[in-house]
């Protein structure tokens, strides 16, 4: 019978198993074993660190601590919201959740790869790339100046933009008239100008003299988009001989001659011009190119006589700049010669 000197006989958790093990339900000091009192019982207790503190690592229940327990180890977790789920405020690992760790804080963060670089998909920030954001996203944006005006360096679409104008030969169009009579010219515009127009004679129902006018085409800012004026250029050299009848024929303000149509034998009959503007488009993708706009055709020149020939252009994209003639006293033979206009950055 369990017996104290002091209390007479024991009764509740005090009791004496005969030894003085503090591992099983009847510690050393001759009380049932229970959390908190310092002993580890076998088999039931992970840890017994005697308080009961859950900030340390044995916890108030006598479990070792552990990520995911819901309990905060001072010093050793960041956090423990008690879950698995990587996507709130709290990682598996016990970690705060942070931009930069690789996780995806769901409603907080637009992305997370890990990473501190700003030319990626997922910026050092954790927000998405995107244009205007101020950081080149490698592969995809060419600039990013981070402003709305398009017409600038860097447009809206993040590409960069056209500075200039360039121009090289093309391909000439076919000839129409009598090729074998007269000289044969081929007088080109400057560099950089294209033909806007011809002035000429008329005599006896065929073009007596024709002389081209060129234009020098620039790309300039207009309203916050890229266009192309075309100002006054050189005068070309008058071929043929004299007329009695003069004539001027110019492609509207800001267009370049495309190409022609008339009629012609043993010299050129009539001639009919059309112009076109040039215009700078900017494609869904970004990128930025020249093209030709909405064709105008200028009013015929000259009398009915010879063979009509069909509307005869540069080649696709091409402009004018150069008369190809035959000529004597008269115009025999006509014809042009083009140039190549791209942008230029």
Request: proline residues 4%; contains cysteine; hydrophobic residues 35%.
């Amino acid at each position: 019978m369990l017996y104290s000197q002091e209390l007479g006989p024991l009764a509740g958790d005090v009791h004496d198993n005969g030894n003085d093990i503090d591992t099983d339900f009847c510690t050393s000091q001759c009380v049932t074993a229970r959390c908190g009192d310092g002993a580890v019982l076998a088999g039931i207790e992970a840890c017994d660190d005697g308080n009961q503190d859950d900030g340390d690592a044995c916890t108030s229940l006598c479990e070792a601590a552990a990520c995911g327990d819901g309990l905060l180890q001072a010093g050793v977790e960041g956090c423990d919201d008690g879950n698995q789920d990587d996507g709130d405020a709290c990682s598996s690992l016990c970690d705060p959740a942070a931009c930069g760790d690789g996780l995806l804080y769901v409603g907080v963060e637009d992305c997370d790869d890990g990473g501190a670089m700003n030319d990626d998909a997922c910026l050092a920030d954790c927000t998405t790339a995107s244009c205007g954001d101020g950081f080149v996203y490698s592969d995809v944006e060419q600039c990013d100046d981070q402003n709305e005006i398009n017409a600038d360096g860097c447009s809206k679409q993040c590409f960069v933009t056209p500075t200039t104008l360039v121009f090289a030969a093309g391909q000439p169009t076919p000839q129409y008239g009598s090729l074998m009579a007269g000289a044969g010219f081929n007088d080109s515009c400057p560099m950089g100008q294209v033909l806007t127009g011809f002035t000429g004679t008329l005599k006896a129902g065929v073009h007596a003299a024709i002389k081209g006018v060129c234009g020098t085409p620039s790309l300039v800012v207009q309203d916050d988009a890229f266009v192309v004026k075309l100002a006054a250029g050189a005068n070309l050299t008058q071929r043929g001989g004299p007329g009695d009848t003069p004539w001027v024929r110019g492609c509207p303000i800001d267009q370049a001659l495309l190409g022609f149509s008339g009629s012609a034998g043993t010299g050129v009959n009539q001639l009919t011009f059309t112009c076109a503007p040039l215009v700078v488009a900017e494609a869904d993708d970004g990128t930025f190119s020249l093209g030709l706009g909405p064709v105008s055709q200028m009013v015929t020149v000259g009398n009915p006589g010879g063979v009509p020939f069909a509307q005869t252009n540069c080649p696709m994209g091409q402009v004018a700049s150069a008369q190809r003639l035959r000529a004597s006293t008269v115009i025999h033979a006509f014809g042009l010669g083009c140039s190549t206009i791209t942008l230029g950055y």
